[in-house]
T-cell receptor, first 113, second 111 residues
C-alpha cells in the first residue's frame, strides 16, 4: 500500500484565496482524521470521519474551514477565505476499525501571505 | 477526558547512551497508548502501541515502552542512542476513537 497520500506537499497562497487540501486514506481504513500542526499549538485535531460520515468537527477553528469525504478513498479540507494565521502543516491520518494506531500522510505545508 | 503530559520539550543524550522520554497520561477509561516519531518535514510514524495484555511493549528501531497503571506512565526507552534517533517524539492516548497527542519531545543525539 502507498500509505496515506496528501496533496499538495506545499501550498503558498495569498490572504483571501480559497485553499483545498486533499487526502487519500489507506484502502480499508474506516476512520480519517485531519490534524493541524503549529509551533504554538502542537497537533490539533480538526475533524474526523467514520465510514465517510463526519463524527466530530469540534476542532474546526471557524466557519472558514470545511471538510468533506465524498467516498472512502478521498477527503478534502477547504479554507475559504484563507488568512495568514492559517499557516501550518496539515496532516491527514487514517485508521482501521480495530483501534490501532494512525497512519499519517506526509502533510501539506500551507503558507498564507 | 484524556490528556497527555510529556516531561521535557528537549532531551539531549550522547550517542550510545540510554534514551528515556517521559510520558504521563490521564484517562477516565482504560487507555490505548502510543508513541510516534516525527522526522523533519515528515508525518508522524507509529513507533509502538499498548492496547491490552503485556505491559512492556516493543516497537521499531529498538524502542520499547512500559505501561504502568499505578503511575499512569508510559515512558519510552532505548538502551543505546543512535544518531538516526534524532527526531521529535510524541506520546498519545486514546480511550476511544479520538487520539490526544502530547506536545512532543525533541531528542538530540550528540556524537
Amino acid at each position: 500500500d502507498a500509505g496515506v497520500i496528501q496533496s499538495p506537499r506545499h501550498e503558498v497562497t495569498e490572504m483571501g484565496q480559497e485553499v483545498t487540501l486533499r487526502c487519500k486514506p489507506i484502502s480499508g481504513h474506516d476512520y480519517l482524521f485531519w490534524y493541524r500542526q503549529t509551533m504554538m499549538r502542537g497537533l490539533e485535531l480538526l475533524i474526523y470521519f467514520n465510514n465517510n460520515v463526519p463524527i466530530d468537527d469540534s476542532g474546526m477553528p471557524e466557519d472558514r474551514f470545511s471538510a468533506k469525504m465524498p467516498n472512502a478513498s478521498f477527503s478534502t479540507l477547504k479554507i475559504q477565505p484563507s488568512e495568514p494565521r492559517d499557516s501550518a502543516v496539515y496532516f491527514c491520518a487514517s485508521r482501521a476499525q480495530d483501534g490501532g494506531g494512525y497512519t499519517f500522510g506526509s502533510g501539506t505545508r500551507l503558507t498564507v501571505v | 477526558a484524556q490528556s497527555v503530559t510529556q516531561l521535557g520539550s528537549h532531551v539531549s543524550v550522547s550517542e550510545g547512551a540510554l534514551v528515556l522520554l517521559r510520558c504521563n497520561y490521564s484517562s477516565s477509561v482504560p487507555p490505548y497508548l502510543f508513541w510516534y516519531v516525527q522526522y523533519p518535514n515528515q508525518g508522524l510514524q507509529l513507533l509502538l502501541k499498548y492496547t491490552t495484555g503485556a505491559t512492556l511493549v516493543k516497537g521499531i528501531n529498538g524502542f520499547e515502552a512500559e505501561f504502568k497503571k499505578s503511575e499512569t506512565s508510559f515512558h519510552l526507552t532505548k538502551p543505546s542512542a543512535h544518531m538516526s534517533d534524532a527526531a521529535e517524539y510524541f506520546c498519545a492516548v486514546s480511550p476511544g476513537q479520538k487520539v490526544t497527542f502530547g506536545t512532543g519531545t525533541k531528542l538530540q543525539v550528540i556524537p
